[in-house]
């Protein structure tokens, strides 16, 4: 099997992630052709209207009798899932574990580039739309890496992530982006401020980002898309095999449609056998996980 990653096609042994051979980290203190408004750097004229941040204090729904027959099929394998339901304010999680991003953290560094350069009071230049288009849509790693080095690397994104509400959150070092770690939750909230209205990214970087979201390459459509309706998915996928282990890590991120409902999500995985393995691990507990807290929400609907 061949997957197309960036500008390079990737045979299954390879990698998408700027790693280096250090082991993984403990636990954290988380194409379809550009449209031409995403190439200017402007709201799409489709956009969906931002939705309200939810409420946080809620106790979250445990997942775990949910992904009981996905977790059986582990192995050596960690996972964590997180999902908010945006009307509600809603949470359901499992596993609380840091993780590394591998290429999620790109949508991470885009939000890191859009705050900067609004503190700058300036639009994105013609270079960074392209390298941020071709980072979120095609996953390409060098695009990645100059903006890696563009936004200060692990500091210029942990600075921005005191901002975005990341709390759980560590840049990787040097040019290593590919390992920054992270936790499902607090990949929610990097959702929130990529999908919700109070956020300090503007309007107009929200929206560019959802627009990339919106557009990744079809075979890298993978992922929590698995358990949306028909209807826009927006996300971004990362998977990295480590050298030292020759495990993969396998994640996903995104805002899917699930009967009727719109949900933030986050599946985060590592210790696969493979990356076939991981895909399919990740989506099965993206169905599962939207399937029980569907149900759980529409149980309380009607109390």
Same mark, same amino acid.
């Given at each position: 099997?061949?997957? !197309?990653?960036?500008?390079?096609?990737?045979?299954?042994?390879?990698?998408?992630?700027?790693?280096?051979?250090?082991?993984? *980290?403990?636990?954290?203190?988380?194409?379809?052709?550009?449209?031409?408004? #995403?190439?200017? =750097?402007?709201?799409?004229?489709?956009?969906?209207?931002?939705?309200?941040?939810?409420?946080?204090?809620?106790?979250?729904?445990?997942?775990?009798? #949910?992904?009981?027959?996905?977790? #059986?099929?582990?192995?050596?394998?960690?996972?964590?899932?997180?999902? &908010?339901?945006?009307?509600?304010?809603?949470?359901?999680?499992?596993?609380?574990?840091?993780?590394?991003?591998?290429?999620?953290?790109?949508?991470?560094? &885009?939000?890191?580039?859009?705050?900067?350069?609004?503190?700058?009071?300036?639009?994105?230049?013609?270079?960074?739309?392209?390298?941020?288009? #071709?980072?979120?849509?095609?996953?390409?790693?060098?695009?990645?890496?100059? &903006? @890696?080095?563009?936004?200060?690397?692990?500091?210029?994104?942990?600075?921005?992530?005191?901002?975005?509400?990341?709390?759980?959150?560590?840049?990787?070092?040097?040019?290593? @982006? =590919?390992?920054?770690?992270?936790?499902?939750?607090?990949?929610?909230?990097?959702?929130?401020?990529?999908?919700?209205?109070?956020?300090?990214?503007?309007?107009?970087?929200?929206?560019?980002?959802?627009?990339?979201?919106?557009?990744?390459?079809?075979?890298?459509? @993978?992922?929590?898309?698995?358990?949306?309706?028909?209807?826009?998915?927006?996300?971004?996928?990362? @998977?990295? +095999? *480590?050298?030292?282990? +020759?495990?993969?890590?396998?994640?996903?991120? =995104?805002?899917?449609?699930?009967? =009727?409902?719109?949900?933030?999500?986050?599946? &985060?995985?590592?210790?696969?056998?493979?990356?076939?393995?991981?895909?399919? !691990?990740?989506? *099965?507990?993206?169905?599962?996980?939207?399937?029980?807290?569907?149900?759980?929400? +529409?149980?309380?609907?009607?109390?």
């Amino acid at each position: 099997m061949v997957l !197309i990653g960036g500008f390079t096609t990737y045979a299954v042994t390879g990698s998408d992630s700027g790693e280096s051979s250090a082991p993984a *980290r403990a636990k954290a203190p988380s194409l379809p052709a550009v449209s031409a408004r #995403a190439k200017a =750097g402007e709201a799409p004229a489709d956009s969906p209207k931002p939705l309200a941040s939810p409420t946080p204090a809620q106790k979250s729904f445990d997942l775990e009798p #949910a992904l009981a027959p996905v977790t #059986a099929l582990f192995g050596d394998n960690r996972m964590s899932v997180a999902m &908010l339901d945006v009307n509600s304010g809603a949470m359901a999680t499992y596993g609380r574990d840091a993780f590394d991003t591998a290429s999620i953290v790109k949508v991470d560094i &885009l939000a890191t580039l859009l705050l900067q350069a609004q503190d700058e009071g300036r639009k994105l230049s013609t270079e960074e739309r392209a390298q941020a288009a #071709a980072m979120i849509q095609k996953s390409d790693n060098d695009s990645t890496s100059a &903006l @890696w080095t563009r936004i200060g690397s692990g500091p210029g994104l942990d600075a921005a992530n005191e901002r975005l509400g990341l709390s759980q959150t560590q840049g990787g070092e040097g040019t290593v @982006w =590919g390992i920054t770690q992270t936790t499902a939750e607090d990949q929610i909230r990097l959702l929130q401020s990529v999908f919700g209205d109070k956020s300090p990214l503007s309007e107009a970087s929200r929206a560019f980002i959802q627009d990339l979201m919106r557009h990744v390459v079809g075979s890298q459509a @993978w992922g929590v898309s698995a358990a949306a309706d028909s209807g826009t998915t927006a996300l971004k996928n990362g @998977w990295l +095999k *480590r050298t030292q282990t +020759k495990k993969w890590d396998v994640n996903s991120i =995104g805002r899917i449609q699930h009967e =009727g409902r719109v949900y933030l999500m986050a599946v &985060l995985l590592n210790g696969c056998s493979s990356q076939e393995v991981g895909i399919s !691990i990740v989506e *099965r507990a993206s169905r599962a996980s939207a399937t029980a807290f569907s149900r759980e929400l +529409k149980g309380k609907s009607t109390t």
